[in-house]
């Protein structure tokens, strides 16, 4: 199946730095997302982004999809940015549906 | 316009009892998904449903776990005979099933099993 890795696994930054997490996969997909689990476990999408660059307040993510891979750019960091990120990777399922498979995650703790 | 509701949001359980995990889908959404999250991992696909229908479920285990998202009521994830390797977080997702190809998928809150 396919793999995805997320780099990198643990980060420390003080508030209001800046930081690039990466997310690599191994094959073709019909879409990619960035998601924030936050301390309290809940799941927050982030972006949906199969290709190209968006935006989002402090958050901008890119994927480059021919070059599989796709980047989380947080800038200004704060308190309430810790947790861990995840990207998933979309594939269509037979019968209809999408099928999301989870990278590794990087563990992001934002200190004062 | 409620999201995806998981109830309970905690549940423990003696190693050989029963596990009911319950997902209430956003209003209009026919599609639910199940994921797991084992500790310090990221979230792996289980199972994916229709309004009575299994569609995939290469990721359930082979024994102890069934799913259903019966006609009415709420899709609900169902493990026998726990044991302590079934303590983790248990998503439910759901998606508005629009035959589109980039369905965005809704998180619930997750229901944290511990297994004693």
């Known amino acids: 199946g396919i793999q995805v890795e997320q780099s990198p696994p643990d980060l420390i930054l003080q508030e209001g730095a800046n930081s690039t997490l990466r997310c690599n996969f191994s094959?073709?997909?019909?879409?990619l997302q960035w998601f924030h689990q936050n301390p309290w476990g809940q799941l927050i999408n982030l972006f949906y982004i199969p290709s190209g660059t968006k935006q989002n307040g402090r958050l901008s993510a890119t994927t480059v999809a021919t070059e599989r891979y796709s980047l989380l750019y947080i800038s200004s960091s704060q308190t309430t940015d810790s947790g861990v990120y995840f990207c998933a990777v979309v594939m269509i399922l037979t019968g209809g549906g999408n099928k999301l498979t989870f990278g590794t995650g990087t563990q992001l703790k934002v200190e004062l | 316009n409620a999201g995806v509701m998981q109830n309970p949001r905690h549940l423990v359980r003696r190693r050989g009892q029963e596990a009911r995990l319950r997902c209430s889908p956003m209003?209009?959404?026919?599609?639910v998904y199940w994921y797991r999250q084992l500790p310090e991992e990221g979230l792996k696909f289980m199972v994916y449903l229709q309004k009575e229908n299994i569609i995939d479920e290469s990721g359930m285990p082979k024994e102890r776990f069934s799913a259903e998202f019966p006609k009415e009521g709420p899709s609900i994830l169902r493990i026998q005979q726990v044991v302590r390797g079934d303590s983790a977080a248990y998503f439910c997702a759901s998606s508005p099933g629009q035959g589109l190809a980039n369905e965005k998928l809704f998180f619930g809150s997750g229901t944290q099993l511990s297994v004693l």
């Open positions: 209003k209009g959404h026919s599609h």
């Open positions: 094959d073709s997909v019909n879409n």
